[in-house]
């Protein structure tokens, strides 16, 4: 190590804290007695030209203590804060045992781009990345208020990963947002990698199928949540942000309902409903009818659904259970491969399989309709989480439905609507505003109301007064 000898105690110690890293920077400047560490891999190298290089190339000896009160250089006398620094994205910068920090972090990072994800028609088009600052930005851009607050922590004893909570001040509850303050502060683990990952130590109920937060990739979600009240979090590394707290009717809404006229957005709105129920009871409905009642089926429909299954050596609760897994099967397979031949996997494995199995005899020609039927109503449902979620409970009940039959259904559902009414989201009901009850808030969770009837904001948040009303010309 060629350095100055004024340097050299903290210095030493610094580079021996780096040992074996292939990426960090040792640079001297003897004529000025100055040395530089960095990381080249996280450092903006026009930064580091134009902040560093430059000046320093420049700089006489008894110029450099003016070069240092320029308020980018940040002394530092501790040498963690050093070693954090330089982790951060910051050039230390060593002169005559003196330490400076100056942040010239710039990694390489993705560019913004269309969700491909959440899909929408109308509306913006731009998705969160896997820089947390970026994805601020997309949110200040929107959000031109000084109530817009946004505060940091780190979580990770290695990965040191920075998560952001904001809120609006005046709109949030702070009741919620101490409770998930808190929470943060509770996490104890090696590493951070993803908003999903995260949510799993801050929900209410964690071994519940159910998701408690609402995860989005779009900052107009993002916008919309906050201003209703809805704390939002975001995690460094990761195009994924959680709103909290969440409901389970805010999963069954688009940004493409308020994109379009309220008709059409009350319209879609009730057909993701429509698909809830087709996606839990189709096939179960299909199995508690072939099974034990028969006596519901029409006549006509009854002869050709006996022919159909004639050849088929299985109880329905099996040949529905096979064809189920099959379509997860190609579900999980299409999402895995390259985009193209997933897709090929997806349309051409469904076809052929479907009609294999029909002649050979595996399967009924009305239980390919009724899966299929069930497979594209879970497709309609906008949130990932919740689809998932939904088709998992759908195997309980084909189970159900094939031991006792429509009863076994009705349990089934019971069980479901059970399970998430006891169910919260930092303390606040899953089933807001059904349970408690709040009128108010159903013009926008069952419909879509016209703008002009949406002038209160959700009971949860803490100033639920009317906004102003828009004048008209």
Not at 109 to 138: K, Y
Not at 248 to 259: A, G, H, Q, R, V
Request: charged residues 20%.
């Amino acid at each position: 190590m060629d350095a100055n000898p004024q340097n050299a105690p903290m210095l030493r110690h610094i580079l021996d804290e780096f040992d074996q890293c292939a990426d960090l920077i040792f640079r001297s400047f003897p004529e000025i007695r100055t040395d530089i560490v960095y990381f080249t891999s996280i450092v903006d190298q026009k930064l580091f030209t134009d902040e560093i290089l430059a000046p320093f190339a420049q700089v006489q000896l008894d110029e450099l203590e003016q070069l240092f009160q320029q308020s980018q250089f940040t002394r530092v006398t501790e040498s963690k804060t050093v070693v954090a620094g330089i982790l951060a994205g910051s050039a230390a910068i060593f002169h005559e045992k003196n330490v400076y920090l100056l942040d010239i972090y710039g990694p390489k990072t993705r560019a913004v781009q269309q969700s491909e994800t959440e899909t929408i028609i109308s509306g913006p088009h731009d998705a969160f990345v896997e820089c947390a600052m970026t994805n601020i930005s997309l949110i200040r851009q929107r959000i031109k208020s000084s109530h817009l607050k946004i505060k940091e922590y780190s979580v990770g004893e290695i990965t040191k990963t920075s998560v952001y909570v904001l809120y609006i001040k005046d709109i949030a509850n702070m009741k919620y947002v101490g409770e998930l303050e808190k929470r943060i502060k509770r996490i104890e683990i090696d590493a951070v990698n993803d908003g999903g990952m995260l949510t799993q130590f801050l929900e209410d109920r964690p071994n519940s199928v159910f998701p408690q937060f609402l995860t989005t990739e779009r900052p107009d979600v993002a916008v919309s949540k906050l201003t209703a009240g809805r704390i939002i979090t975001l995690i460094d590394n990761s195009p994924t942000a959680f709103a909290a707290p969440s409901a389970f009717f805010e999963f069954f809404s688009s940004p493409d309902d308020y994109y379009q006229r309220w008709a059409l957005g009350t319209a879609l709105r009730l057909l993701r409903y429509l698909a809830l129920l087709i996606t839990i009871s189709f096939t179960a409905f299909y199995v508690s009818v072939t099974t034990f009642h028969y006596e519901m089926i029409p006549e006509a429909l009854l002869r050709t659904l006996a022919e159909s299954r004639n050849r088929v050596p299985f109880p329905p609760v099996y040949e529905a259970l096979l064809m189920e897994t099959m379509i997860e099967l190609l579900r999980e397979a299409g999402a895995r491969l390259p985009t193209k031949i997933g897709q090929t996997i997806g349309i051409v494995g469904g076809i052929v399989i479907g009609q294999a199995a029909v002649q050979a005899g595996l399967t009924s020609n009305v239980l390919i309709i009724a899966v299929a039927s069930s497979a594209i109503a879970s497709f309609v449902i906008p949130s990932y989480m919740m689809s998932a979620s939904i088709r998992l409970v759908r195997f309980g009940i084909i189970i159900l439905a094939g031991i006792w039959g429509n009863i076994g259904i009705a349990m089934g559902v019971a069980l479901i609507v059970t399970h998430i009414s006891s169910l919260t989201s930092l303390g606040s009901s899953y089933l807001i505003p059904v349970a408690p009850m709040a009128p108010g808030d159903w013009k926008d969770i069952f419909i879509r109301a016209p703008f002009t009837f949406l002038t209160r904001r959700p009971s949860q948040s803490q100033s639920p007064n009317p906004i102003k009303q828009i004048k008209r010309k």
